[in-house]
C-alpha cells in the first residue's frame, strides 16, 4: 500500500549508538537481530489502508503492526433488502517482522468477526513472506513478491474449513507532481465452498495517492476480483491517512461495490505503529 513509537525489537541500545552499530553492521548484515539503526530507517511504508500491498519492506530488526481497528461490511448479495448480510470486524491485525533488510514476515489474524446470522469469533491465521526484489532504498519504482498461506483457525462460520494459499506481486511508481501510484497481482487458491477442493481467483488492483496538506494524504483505488466459482466482483476505494509521527499513522476509508458480487460498502478506521 501507498503509504509505527518505539525503539528496535531487537537490539534496543544499538539505537541509542546508531554510530556504533553502522561501524560494525553492513547494510548488508542488518537482520532480525542486527538492527537497522534508527538514523538509517526508511520513511514508513504499510500495505493498509487500501486493498494494494505496498513492495516496501519493514526495516531488519524492527516490529510493524498495522491494525483494522473496527470494520463494517454490508452485502446484499445473498439475502436482498433488509436482510442484506452484515458482518463487524475489530483488531484484524497485521504483525510484520524485518528479518533482512529487503525480506519481512507478516501473520495476519483477525481478533474478532462477527456476521449477521449469527457466527462470531476468531478468524482464520495468514503468514506471508514479503521480498523486496528492488526499489526498498531508493528509486522510482518498486517490486516484491509475498507468497503466503492461510490456515484453517476460524470458529465456525467465520473463516474457510481448508488451507489456502496464494502469491501477490505489488508494484509502485513515483509520478510527477507528488503523485504515487500502485499496483498488484495476486493468485489465490482457495478451497470450494462445496469442500470438493480448490479453485484460482485473481485479484487485480491499481491505486494512487497524493499529499492533501501537511500529513495528511488521500488515495483512490479499483479492485478486481476474478474466479470461476462466482461473478465478476469490483470496488471502488477511497480513504486517507494521517501520520502522528514517523511512526504513528492513523487511517480511514470506504469501500464500494461496483457489481452485484462484489460487497455493496465497507466503511473502516485503522492504525499502524513501528517499533
Known amino acids: 500500500m501507498l503509504v509505527l513509537m518505539g525503539a528496535p525489537f531487537f537490539g534496543a541500545h544499538a ?15 542488518e537482520n532480525l537481530f542486527h538492527p537497522t539503526p534508527r538514523a538509517q530507517m526508511r520513511e514508513m511504508s504499510t500495505d493498509r489502508p487500501d486493498v494494494t500491498e505496498s513492495p516496501i519492506t519493514v526495516d531488519a530488526g524492527h516490529v510493524q503492526l498495522e491494525l483494522d481497528v473496527a ?25 510484520k ?28 491465521l495468514t503468514l506471508r513472506l514479503k521480498t523486496n526484489l528492488w526499489g526498498n532504498d531508493g528509486g ?13 483457525t476460524a470458529d465456525e462460520g467465520v473463516g474457510a474449513d481448508d488451507v489456502e494459499g496464494g502469491i501477490i506481486f505489488p508494484f509502485s511508481v ?9 499496483t498488484m497481482v495476486e493468485l489465490d487458491c482457495l478451497a470450494d465452498e462445496d469442500g470438493s477442493g480448490h479453485h484460482l481467483e485473481t485479484v487485480t488492483s491499481f491505486t494512487f495517492g497524493h499529499q492533501i496538506a501537511g500529513d495528511l494524504s488521500g488515495y483512490v483505488e479499483l479492485v478486481s476480483v476474478l474466479g470461476p466459482e462466482s461473478a465478476w466482483a469490483a470496488s471502488f476505494d477511497c480513504g486517507l491517512t494521517y501520520a502522528l509521527s514517523e511512526d504513528i499513522q492513523l487511517d480511514a476509508g470506504v469501500n ?8 455493496d460498502l465497507n466503511p473502516f478506521l485503522g492504525l499502524s505503529i513501528r517499533f
Not at 513515483?174 to 500502485?182: A, K, M, V
Open 15 to 29: 539505537a541509542e549508538f546508531p554510530g556504533a552499530r553502522a561501524a560494525v553492521v553492513t547494510a548488508e548484515e
Open 71 to 95: 470494520s463494517w461490511t454490508r452485502d446484499h448479495r445473498r439475502f436482498g433488502g433488509e436482510g442484506s448480510e452484515q458482518s463487524w470486524t475489530f483488531g484484524n491485525a497485521n504483525l
Open 97 to 124: 517482522f524485518g528479518l533482512t533488510r529487503n525480506i519481512d514476515f507478516q501473520v495476519v489474524a483477525p481478533l474478532y468477526t462477527k456476521v449477521r446470522r449469527g457466527a462470531e469469533g476468531f478468524g482464520d
Open 140 to 152: 522510482r519504482t518498486a517490486f516484491a513478491v509475498m507468497p503466503f498461506v492461510t490456515l484453517p
Open 174 to 182: 513515483e509520478l510527477p507532481r507528488g503523485w504515487e501510484f500502485g
Open 256 to 263: 464500494f461495490g461496483l457489481t452485484r458480487a462484489a460487497e
